[in-house]
């Protein structure tokens, strides 16, 4: 049978339409595709570290509910039902997931000969769930990888082997065009308010807190900036205060005040810190993620996160604010009304709306530019 051609007048609506309703397409800059992701930070960007550590079993995310919604329903230590930010990040520049965990390539699982193919073609996972920049941080939940040795793998081994590979001009430029994802802030401050609160401070003031904190956070990044990095995207902190884990704590169900208070700091010293190297790392970009602005904007615009399709935003999704997640734990019956995955980590839903608003030219949101700007040609 003939295939009906649409009337001339069908065609002719197609082409105003096309004409009216598009907005002209133009290419003000050319964006490459990174060769590789490589991803530093916690619990939102883990892709599996924590299940080759032998003492961090409770904090591996390898166990049901963990990961039902993933492509195979199969736990692979994302601290979600899904996909985590480094997945989607990755996602967004051209990747299908977050590149593997270093542990995962060295410790076994994945055969040595691979280890070369994989960082020269899709990068490295470093994060840790529950590690901090502070070297200490974590250490009550298990055993975790911290900041400063996520950067040691990099600089040392894995720039090592790509030296190796590519040659020295080739490993630097390799590194140089690499996209390089940041997760920080969350696990040093739940750590920092659950010291005050056993009555054990260790700094004493938030000020001295946020000192050492963004020192080693900002060596760490020069060291890396030392052996190439340049294009760097930071996701700053949620409004920590308002995870399940400390609303459970709070006898209203409300935020704990100055663990928010420390992630706006903690946002607001990012910014300065990266405002201030200029000179020192000269050719660096990168783009901040504001998560607290954006889960506060949810948190104060509940209709607004209902046209988003979130319907709950306090409770978690597996288990409650006071229960983790784990095989036996309840489950939320639709996992993308919710924003939060179990009492620290978000759903896969969550995970897209934010990343969304990391690309999108929204400055409340993600500044000095986007995530997708970090990867303009120059
Ligand atoms: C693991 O935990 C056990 C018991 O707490 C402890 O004896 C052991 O030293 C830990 N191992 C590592 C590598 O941290
Ligand atoms: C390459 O990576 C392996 C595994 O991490 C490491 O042991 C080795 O030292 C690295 N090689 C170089 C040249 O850095
Ligand atoms: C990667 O390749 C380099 C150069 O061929 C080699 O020296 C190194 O051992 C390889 N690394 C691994 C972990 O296989
Ligand atoms: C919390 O207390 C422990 C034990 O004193 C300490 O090692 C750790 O550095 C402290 N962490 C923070 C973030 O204050
Ligand atoms: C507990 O929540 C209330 C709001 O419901 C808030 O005013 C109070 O500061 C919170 N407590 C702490 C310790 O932050
Ligand atoms: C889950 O919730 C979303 C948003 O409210 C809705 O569109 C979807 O149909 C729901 N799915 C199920 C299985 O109920």
Redesign the pocket.
């Known amino acids: 049978m003939a295939t009906k051609f649409p009337r001339p007048w069908a065609w002719a609506l197609y082409l105003v339409s096309m004409v009216v309703l598009t907005p002209p397409r133009y290419c003000s800059s050319v964006r490459i595709v990174p060769p590789a992701v490589f991803v530093i930070g916690g619990t939102l960007v883990d892709a599996g570290t924590n299940a080759f550590l032998p003492n961090s079993t409770a904090i591996a995310a390898n166990f049901p509910f963990y990961g039902i919604d993933f492509f195979d329903s199969v736990p692979h230590g994302r601290s979600s039902n899904g996909r985590v930010v480094s997945d989607e990040v990755a996602r967004r520049i051209g990747f299908e997931m977050s590149p593997p965990s270093y542990l995962s390539l060295v410790a076994g699982g994945y055969p040595s000969y691979k280890f070369n193919r994989t960082i020269t073609s899709r990068g490295v996972n470093f994060a840790s769930a529950f590690s901090g920049v502070l070297s200490s941080t974590g250490r009550a939940y298990g055993q975790v990888v911290p900041y400063p040795e996520q950067v040691r793998q990099f600089s040392t081994s894995v720039a090592g082997n790509l030296t190796a590979v590519l040659g020295q001009p080739g490993s630097a430029n390799f590194i140089r065009q690499s996209f390089f994802l940041f997760s920080v802030g969350v696990g040093d401050t739940v750590e920092y308010i659950q010291n005050l609160t056993a009555g054990r401070p260790y700094y004493r003031s938030d000020d001295l807190f946020l000192d050492a904190f963004i020192s080693q956070f900002v060596g760490g990044l020069l060291d890396l900036y030392a052996v190439g990095l340049r294009r760097s995207g930071i996701v700053a902190p949620p409004p920590i205060g308002c995870l399940p884990y400390f609303r459970a704590l709070n006898a209203t169900g409300g935020c704990n005040a100055r663990a928010n208070s420390l992630s706006q700091a903690i946002y607001q010293r990012l910014t300065l810190a990266l405002r201030s190297l200029g000179a020192s790392a000269p050719g660096l970009i990168y783009a901040i993620g504001n998560t607290y602005r954006f889960v506060s904007d949810l948190l104060a615009f509940p209709e607004g996160a209902a046209n988003c399709?979130l319907?709950e935003l306090r409770a978690p999704c597996c288990g409650n604010e006071a229960t983790p997640c784990s095989p036996t734990a309840t489950l939320c019956?639709?996992r993308?009304?919710y924003w939060f995955w179990d009492q620290y980590s978000v759903t896969e839903y969550a995970v897209g709306l934010l990343v969304e608003a990391f690309f999108s030219d929204n400055a409340d949101y993600v500044s000095p530019i986007n995530f997708g700007q970090l990867l303009i040609k120059y």
């Open positions: 399709g319907k019956r639709n993308t009304e």
